[in-house]
């Protein structure tokens, strides 16, 4: 069993609509990340949490500790969030485990 | 904006060649690591690295591998003895302090034959 599970795997979406992808996890961790990574292979930090909500733009990040839940949100999709989103836990303060990922695809 | 830069982008090698990849990391930070990514599967950690040494590594990390930060700047990951399953992308990232998210280098893609 993964000790990351992202779901859906893979999301189709109309441009405009809101999104959410959601991470669970089985272990203990010091912080949570959302990643996003192009389809040319680049990843980028969204968001780290160890806690409560965070947003940016359009996108939306919370974590339930005591749940082993995390959600990213995008609110008024676009094409150009098309992308794998990637949840990724750090256990202590130096290792991280990582989801398999959420492909997005936005249809204009 | 500062990035984490990887040298090179493509690296095709023979099986059982020594490689050496490289990446600086941004200039005032102090936490590095190295991960790899299978073509079509998820991203694994392989080291983390701080005050000159090792502080975790994967069960992937064995022998085989090593990382150093010879000279301040620049941080390399060197596989041994390359292996067929060696051949994925390679990605280096950094932070300033453990609160920070990372920041990736754009990844080295390495080839074995």
């Known amino acids: 069993k993964n000790e990351v599970e992202q779901s859906p795997q893979n999301l189709t979406a109309q441009e405009g609509e809101f999104i959410t992808i959601n991470c669970s996890y089985s272990v203990g961790i010091s912080a949570l990340h959302w990643l996003q990574q192009h389809p040319g292979g680049g990843i980028v930090s969204l968001f780290m949490l160890s806690s409560g909500k965070k947003k940016h733009g359009r996108l939306i990040a919370t974590i339930n500790i005591q749940e ?17 989103y990637i949840c990724a836990v750090r256990l202590g ?3 991280y485990i990582f989801g398999t990922g959420t492909r997005l695809k936005v249809l204009a | 904006e500062p990035e984490v830069t990887q040298t090179p982008s493509h690296q095709v090698t023979q099986m059982g060649q020594e490689v050496i990849l490289r990446c600086v990391p941004i200039s005032n930070h102090l936490y590095f690591y190295w991960y790899r990514q299978i073509l079509g599967q998820k991203v694994e950690f392989l080291v983390s690295f701080y005050n000159n040494e090792i502080s975790e590594k994967s069960e992937i990390f064995d022998d085989q591998f090593s990382v150093e930060r010879p000279d301040g700047s620049n941080f390399t990951l060197k596989i041994r003895s390359t292996k067929l399953e060696d051949s994925a992308m390679y990605f280096c990232a950094s932070i300033r302090d453990s609160n920070q998210p990372q920041h990736f280098g754009d990844g080295t893609r390495l080839s074995i034959l």
Do not use: E
């Open chain 1, 68 to 84: 082993k839940h995390s959600s990213l949100h995008i609110t008024a999709s676009h094409p150009r969030d098309s992308a794998v």
């Open chain 1, 93 to 95: 303060t130096y290792k």
